[in-house]
């Protein structure tokens, strides 16, 4: 084995146990994390807009916009003027959408975040620089990434 065959299989377990768990959470919601993860934002910001929300979870709005758009095709979310400005569009869920919102699992891997938060500080500051070093060796840098664990709807963040 060459010096590097560990990392790169360890890489590839990641990549792979992510996909199976995006697609286990897919199957048992019938949203996408992604969709999710908004939804978590709109729960957890005070009247939120697609600019908050995508600034809370680290996406580019034109992304977030995408989101909200299919979740209000489902009907799981309205845009809606919340405040005295009549120009500020705020994203709220529908009765649907907070039932479909508490019925679903834990956004990350409850196990790895267990474990992350079991760690002592250094360790959890190491594994960050390192998986960090990792991205940017793999010219990841300006890949549009939440923090969740998830795969698909990736793209280049906005200049």
């Known amino acids: 084995m060459k010096d590097y065959d560990e990392l790169l299989i360890s890489l590839r377990r990641i990549t792979r146990a992510i996909d199976l768990y995006s697609k286990r959470l897919q199957k048992e919601t019938n949203l996408t994390i992604s969709q999710l993860l ?13 600019s908050a929300i995508a600034k809370s979870i680290l996406l580019s709005q034109a ?7 299919r979740l209000v095709k489902n009907g799981l979310v309205e845009r809606k003027r919340l405040g005295t ?12 959408g907070e039932q479909k919102y508490q019925d679903a699992p834990e956004l990350l891997q409850s196990e790895f975040l267990r474990k ?6 250094w360790e959890q500051h190491l594994l ?10 793999m010219d990841a ?19």
């Open 38 to 50: 908004v939804m978590d934002a709109i729960v957890k910001i005070d009247k939120p807009t697609p």
């Open 63 to 69: 992304t977030v916009t995408n989101l909200i758009d």
């Open 85 to 96: 400005d009549k120009r500020t569009i705020n994203i709220v869920l529908t009765q649907q």
């Open 116 to 121: 992350y938060r079991e760690l002592e500080n």
């Open 128 to 137: 960050v620089s390192a998986i960090s070093r990792v991205a940017t060796m």
């Open 141 to 159: 840098e300006e890949i549009d990434a939440s923090p969740i664990l998830t795969l698909g709807e990736i793209g280049i963040r906005d200049q």
